[in-house]
């Protein structure tokens, strides 16, 4: 089965994740900082929803890192 996703975008996930468990936190941790539900924070790690750059920059700024880390 093929990811719906392009390769570019699945690099971008992948830095995602990494970028959270590198800071330590949880998604659920994540979700409570960012006023939204551990979903939210799971749908765009997966996939399922598209991270738009203003949730980006919300991300960024939490993980500490800069926009740049998350090109593909």
């Given amino acids: 089965m093929s990811s719906v996703h392009t390769k570019r975008y699945q ?5 995602l994740r990494q970028a959270r468990k590198a800071a330590g936190l949880t998604q659920a ?4 900082t960012l006023k939204k539900p551990q979903s939210f924070v799971s749908k765009c790690e ?12 919300a991300f960024a700024r ?6 740049d880390f ?3």
């Fill in 62 to 67: 939490l993980y500490r890192r800069p926009l």
């Fill in 46 to 57: 997966s996939g399922e929803r598209r991270v738009d750059f203003a949730e980006l920059q």
């Fill in 11 to 15: 690099e971008f996930l992948q830095k």
């Fill in 29 to 32: 941790q994540v979700a409570k």
């Fill in 70 to 72: 998350f090109k593909a």
